[in-house]
């Protein structure tokens, strides 16, 4: 994600992400339609969030992570089983330089994880197939085909910026989306996600007008949207084990790590198959990939659940 100057007229205004705007009339009815409709998920879960329960012992997401960063050559896999292989430890084991981020909110390490092997691609589809998808009330979907994967480290260098509070929709994504969020380490306080619910989420972002642009610099410089949102977004409790659905319209923020211990997720989007027949609107993202978010691009071609 690039960061830019939203407002060139205070110079002093700190950089907010190069958000996505939904003004074009073609493009707004159905944008505001699907922001403010009773989705399919929020039919089953109201607050548009639900936690989900794996066994971690027949997905072994975290002995993949080991093997891929000591096949990267960075660390000794080892050292990492010796502590049980407790991802919440890669910052005893990983060299500083690949610890930072970047302006993506991206480590070295965390780069590294998308040249994982084979078999966890099959475990991955094989968790939404089995677990996720089939409790989410939306019907079968398809899925990002390469999640998304964070590596925050115990206060690395290079964190962009104050907390980015956003929903995934100011970075191009759809709001008929869900969210599937998954810790490898015990996620709390600042070594987690931090989240509102949906009903307060889409109360905020109506009384910006889904104006993303103007609510990314507010939330880097006015400070009272910024303690709003502190209060609103709590961090997730959850574990290994856990897996988080929520809605794309969802307020949240991956915060500057401040605790001992090193957060280690994964997280990826799924588009129903009922709600993608249905809608007319393309969205791409706003990274410096500009994604295409169309199905058998980053969505797979088929759909599982």
Known sequence: MSYLI??????????????????DPTFRPEFVADMERVSPFQRQYPNGVAVLRYDARQFDFCGLVGDTLA??????????AARGNRLEYLHELVAAENQAMDSSQQSAAAKALYEMPA?????????????????????PAHFQRTPTFRVFFPNAPGYPGETSYHSDIMIGHNPRE??????????????????AELPESLELLREYDYDFARFGLDTQNDPVLMERCARMCQPLEVD?????????????????????????????????????????????GRGRRRADFSIGAYFSAHAVG
């Open 6 to 23: 939203a407002d060139p007229k205070n110079k002093n205004a700190r950089p907010a992400p190069d958000y996505a705007d939904y003004r």
């Open 71 to 80: 096949a990267a050559g960075m660390l000794d896999r080892v050292a990492l």
């Open 119 to 139: 078999r966890f691609g099959a475990l991955y589809e094989r968790l939404l197939a089995e677990i996720v998808v089939p409790q989410l009330g939306v019907g």
């Open 178 to 195: 869900v969210n599937v969020f998954v810790p490898l380490v015990r996620c709390e306080a600042t070594r987690s996600l931090l989240f």
């Open 240 to 284: 290994v084990g856990d897996i988080v659905v929520f809605d794309s319209r969802c307020v949240h923020a991956g915060p500057a790590n401040k605790t001992p211990l090193t957060r280690v997720t994964f997280d990826a989007r799924v588009m129903p198959v009922a709600d993608h027949a249905t809608q007319h609107n393309v969205y791409q």
